[in-house]
């Protein structure tokens, strides 16, 4: 894969050409920064930007004003490459708090191994209605330990307004859901991205999760995507790198409470 060439064409197609995550969602250019608006359900944040040291502060300083202004907390998605290089720094002097950080990983779905099924007595559910989403919440909650009511809002919501954009399934052990994830489909780029990827405590180590990525990437290639994309977290990474997936860079999530 020509990593410097990808990261380019993601950069183009998924960041500084981004559309809506969702329904009611409104992505926005403000000089050089682009941030989508959402609901308080709903993901706000900057997707996008091209900075450098003179524009910097004051480009921070107006998302700052204007997620206030709605009353959001909103993220800034930074990346390993992006600028200034002391973006990071800049963003924590104003107050912002670093998460932890992540790798973006591209895998080219011709060269990756999707044959991964899943383990004995382990069935995997499409998600198409309230239940499954239900259940989807809560093996996020499970297994993040945290609240899963956003999600559940922001997944009723693709379903409903837009099902072919979103691939969203859960594991079941018998009648238990014990792991869960997505994949949003952007039309028009050449791009999945894969989501949400989590496995309750205790059923983890036995190929769950790459049963579930495996299961996306080929619902991906037969929707003529040629990418398949994650921002993985350290657990994942071995996994993910195991099927063919490469990192090409690093993104942090900073985040802003007013």
Do not use: C
Not at 12 to 31: C, K, N, T
Not at 142 to 157: E, I, N, P
Not at 215 to 237: C, E, F, K, N, P
């Amino acid at each position: 894969m020509d990593h410097a060439g990808v990261l380019a064409l993601f950069d183009r197609d998924m960041r500084e050409g981004a559309r809506p995550d969702g329904p009611g969602a409104l992505v926005e250019r403000v000089g050089r920064v682009v941030r989508q608006v959402s609901s308080a359900h709903g993901w706000n944040g900057v997707v996008w930007s091209g900075l450098d040291e003179a524009s910097a502060d004051a480009a921070i300083a107006e998302q700052i004003a204007h997620f206030s202004g709605l009353g959001r907390e909103f993220e800034w998605k930074l990346y390993g490459h992006d600028l200034p290089v002391d973006l990071g720094r800049r963003l924590r002097d104003a107050g912002f708090t670093p998460q932890p950080e992540e790798t973006l990983m591209i895998g080219e779905a011709a060269d990756l191994n999707l044959d991964a099924e899943p383990p004995q007595g382990i069935r995997i559910l499409p998600v198409t209605d309230r239940a499954g989403v239900d259940m989807v919440a809560e093996v996020h909650e499970k297994a993040f330990g945290t609240d899963g009511s956003r999600l559940r809002h922001q997944l009723l919501a693709h379903l409903a307004a837009d099902p072919d954009t979103v691939v969203a399934v859960v594991a079941l052990a018998g009648d238990t859901p014990v792991s869960a994830a997505r994949m949003e489909l952007v039309p028009g780029t050449r791009f999945a991205g894969l989501w949400g990827g989590g496995t309750v405590e205790g059923w983890r180590g036995r190929g769950i999760y790459r049963a579930l990525v495996a299961h996306r990437g080929r619902a991906a290639v037969d929707r003529g995507y040629r990418y398949l994309q994650v921002d993985a977290m350290s657990t994942s990474r071995p996994v993910l790198e195991r099927l063919g997936f490469e990192p090409l860079t690093t993104t942090t999530p900073y985040v802003y409470t007013p």
